[in-house]
T-cell receptor, first 114, second 109 residues
Framework: DTAVSQTPKYLVTQMGNDKSIKCEQN?????MYWYKQDSKKFLKIMFS???????INETVPNRFSPKSPDKAHLNLHINSLELGDSAVYFCASSRTLAGTMKQFFGPGTRLTVL | KNEVEQSPQNLTAQEGEFITINCSYS?????LHWLQQHPGGGIVSLFMLSSGKKKHGRLIATINIQEKHSSLHITASHPRDSAVYICAAAETSGSRLTFGEGTQLTVNP
């Protein structure tokens, strides 16, 4: 069974469209994250949720809105997509919020905005 | 200047060589994570350490808190070790990870 799963794996869309990426973890973890990896493979935190509560909200455009319907799911909705949003988006989870917890990553969603 | 610096950015080795990747950080941390990103894109957590040394198979990770420096060593390297290795600092203020830029390792047979 996949511990952290993301859908879709690939997403190709036109500028201006709205799209969502879904993430689910079956590890029973309390904390989930969204990371963005740019073309130079540099990873950066976007959001983190703990028990469905938003904890970290980095300097991310308002067009990005995370939603956590329950502890096992953290979805990412992106409005009015721009060329610069093209990247690989990784979801991750950890048992608790502490930085000493190992994080488990999803397979990533490669978003291409044309 | 990034708060987490890795060196080298690229590393090419021959099979069997001993490899060292370095990570320096400037923030206060609760832990230092080493991650591996396979050519297919998946990310796996290798180590999480807050002091001393950890070993898993041919991989060894060390950290010196006073010097704010960590190293990842691979003994008897193999082509299947070819990947991007990323260090990430977990800040003391919470679970936020700040990532280094990664080290692309290529091990040739």
């Amino acid at each position: 069974d996949t511990a952290v799963s993301q859908t879709p794996k690939y997403l190709v869309t036109q500028m201006g469209n709205d799209k969502s990426i879904k993430c689910e973890q079956n590890l029973g973890h309390d904390t989930m994250y969204w990371y963005k990896q740019d073309s130079k493979k540099f990873l950066k935190i976007m959001f983190s949720y703990n028990n469905k509560e938003l904890i970290i909200n980095e300097t991310v455009p308002n067009r990005f809105s995370p939603k956590s319907p329950d502890k096992a799911h953290l979805n990412l909705h992106i409005n009015s997509l721009e060329l610069g949003d093209s990247a690989v988006y990784f979801c991750a989870s950890s048992r608790t919020l502490a930085g000493t917890m190992k994080q488990f990553f999803g397979p990533g969603t490669r978003l291409t905005v044309l | 200047k990034n708060e987490v610096e890795q060196s080298p950015q690229n590393l090419t080795a021959q099979e069997g060589e001993f490899i060292t990747i370095n990570c320096s950080y400037s923030v206060g941390i609760s832990a230092l994570h080493w991650l591996q990103q396979h050519p297919g894109g998946g990310i796996v957590s290798l180590f999480m350490l807050s002091s001393g040394k950890k070993k898993h198979g041919r991989l060894i990770a060390t950290i010196n808190i006073q010097e704010k420096h960590s190293s990842l060593h691979i003994t008897a390297s193999h082509p299947r070790d070819s990947a991007v290795y990323i260090c990430a600092a977990a800040e003391t203020s919470g679970s936020r990870l700040t990532f280094g830029e990664g080290t692309q390792l290529t091990v040739n047979p």
